[in-house]
């Protein structure tokens, strides 16, 4: 009996699932944890990395079984260490919009776009602000690959994770040579102690040995997992996603939708310029993905929800917040293909898409809007994927074929909802799997599970014809009057953002 282990440090939550050596999950464990605010950074500290990983791993059986695992987190950000591994600075989140200065630099150096969530945007703003940790750096590398190294002593990415930290040369599937080389002429007279192929992670490929758990790193599990077992390369959760989604294919995509929403195409071939609006990064086996990524999606709607629990219970009632959800969503069914003109900004933190530094939620209407439960429930989710579809847009207006949308994330546990109105949103079919609700960490345990069993084969063939062959799923094709709903909400949704920036500006 063989099992399959993956571990995913996501922004709310860390968990452990195990799979099969039919790739079923059969159990998991998690930890609940959230970023703090401190001295105007977004982080997460280090001790809680830890205490989180034990507590999920506790949660999950057949640990004597687990004969291979792997490491997946949040993408991008700033873990700067010195040469004994100390940490030099506190952990900078991708939730963090601190470097637009080096992003703007960057993007306009390599001729590529460098958002400011990635992690060599925040080591040469660091560099710019003149930070005197910087001379001490000998590691940079993102919170899996810092957890990867912690357990099994290998300093290496998933090339999925490094494409977020430094744009990858798909032909080598390593950091491209040429914009190494540019970089390190432009901080030439800046630093003088290290070139920036030193400091950054080696890159590994889906499948490729990532080292095992040594005696060491079983001690930092109080030796809940014993030494031996075989890791996978270190993948960020945008990898884990398209993995659980079999999105790794050209054509195909995944849309993850919870706390941020943000989707992945594969592509055949480059997009014909650059955009600040689309990110270009990796499959975990180095396929080149147009990734639109935005900072807020459910946040909005899951206060709202709280708000009208509060309702509820000013009559006595103490509704299920599981069941609230499903009653609403299912509600909001009920309102008109527009919204009825109620436009919901669900901008709580800032957006790099439509270039905001910080957000302001709102609700606006006009006079004579429609403004009942139903229709103002469906803008509070038409809002957490407007954002994306703007980019989404851009991805169309570049002929990017798109063959399959597989959707997962708590947008979509409701059925048919979410899922109809990011049809309606993206105008594709729109998939959900009934595996996808396990999301990052299920697709981490695949990479596991094929770094165990995928030799000689690719990850596109191994997904396809071993995984997801007889995978339970269902598949809605966008309806053509939702399509217009949506995309008349989507022009009020932008008139609104000027409203939303004289709030940011003055509020």
Not at 89 to 111: C, H, I, Y
Not at 438 to 454: I, S, T, V
């Amino acid at each position: 009996m063989e099992r399959y282990l993956g571990i995913e440090f996501g922004s709310t939550r860390i968990k452990a699932v195990v799979i099969d050596e039919n790739y079923v999950p059969v159990s998991s464990g998690d930890h609940t944890w959230k970023s703090e605010y401190k001295d105007s950074v977004w982080t997460y500290s280090l001790d809680d990395v830890w205490a989180g990983l034990k507590d999920a791993v506790s949660g999950i059986s057949d640990k004597e079984s687990i004969t291979a695992m792997g490491i997946s987190a949040m993408m991008h950000g700033y873990l700067a260490f010195d040469e004994k591994w100390n940490l030099l600075v506190p952990f900078r989140t991708w939730q963090n919009t601190m470097t637009a200065d080096a992003s703007e630099k960057l993007t306009e150096l390599f001729g590529f776009n460098i958002p400011q969530r990635w992690s060599i945007a925040h080591l040469y703003q660091a560099i710019l602000n003149g930070e005197a940790h910087v001379e001490q750096i000998a590691h940079i590398t993102t919170l899996a690959g810092y957890v990867h190294y912690k357990l099994t002593g290998v300093n290496a990415l998933g090339v999925g994770d490094a494409s977020g930290m430094f744009p990858i040369d798909p032909a080598k599937n390593d950091y491209d040579e040429a914009m190494i080389g540019k970089f390190d002429q432009l901080i030439n007279d800046k630093v003088k102690s290290w070139k920036i192929r030193d400091i950054l992670p080696a890159v590994l490929s889906a499948g490729e040995d990532a080292g095992s758990l040594t005696e060491e790193g079983s001690g930092l599990l109080d030796g809940m997992l014993p030494a031996g077992i075989a890791f996978a390369p270190a993948e960020g959760d945008a990898g884990t996603g398209m993995t659980a989604t079999n999105a790794v294919s050209p054509g195909t995509g995944n849309v993850s939708a919870g706390t941020s929403i943000f989707s992945m195409v594969v592509l055949d071939k480059p997009l014909n310029k650059v955009y600040p609006e689309i990110d270009m990064v990796t499959t975990p086996s180095g396929s080149p993905v147009a990734m639109v990524h935005c900072n807020n999606c459910t946040a909005d709607s899951n206060a709202w929800v709280s708000v009208l629990n509060e309702t509820a219970e000013l009559f006595g009632s103490k509704p299920d917040t599981g069941d609230l959800y499903t009653k609403l969503y299912e509600k909001s069914l009920e309102g008109d293909k527009d919204c009825g003109g109620v436009v919901c900004i669900n901008y709580q933190a800032g957006e790099g898409v439509t270039h905001f530094d910080a957000g302001r939620p709102m609700v606006v209407r006009q006079p004579d809007s429609k403004f009942t439960l139903a229709n103002f429930f469906r803008a509070t989710i038409y809002s957490s994927m407007a954002t994306l579809k703007i980019g989404m847009d851009i991805l169309a207006e570049e002929k990017v074929e798109i063959k399959r949308l597989t959707g997962h994330g708590g947008l979509f546990k409701t059925p048919k909802v979410g899922q109809s109105y990011m049809a309606a949103a993206c105008n594709a079919p729109v998939t959900v799997m009934k595996t996808a609700g396990e999301g990052g960490p299920y697709g981490m345990a695949l990479l596991a599970a094929f770094r165990a069993k995928g030799e000689g084969e690719k990850l596109e063939s191994f997904l396809e014809n071993k995984v997801f062959a007889g995978a339970e799923a269902m598949s809605l094709e966008p309806d053509s009057s939702d399509v217009s709903g949506f995309n008349k909400y989507l022009e009020n949704f932008k008139a609104v953002l000027k409203a939303e920036r004289a709030a940011v500006e003055n509020y």
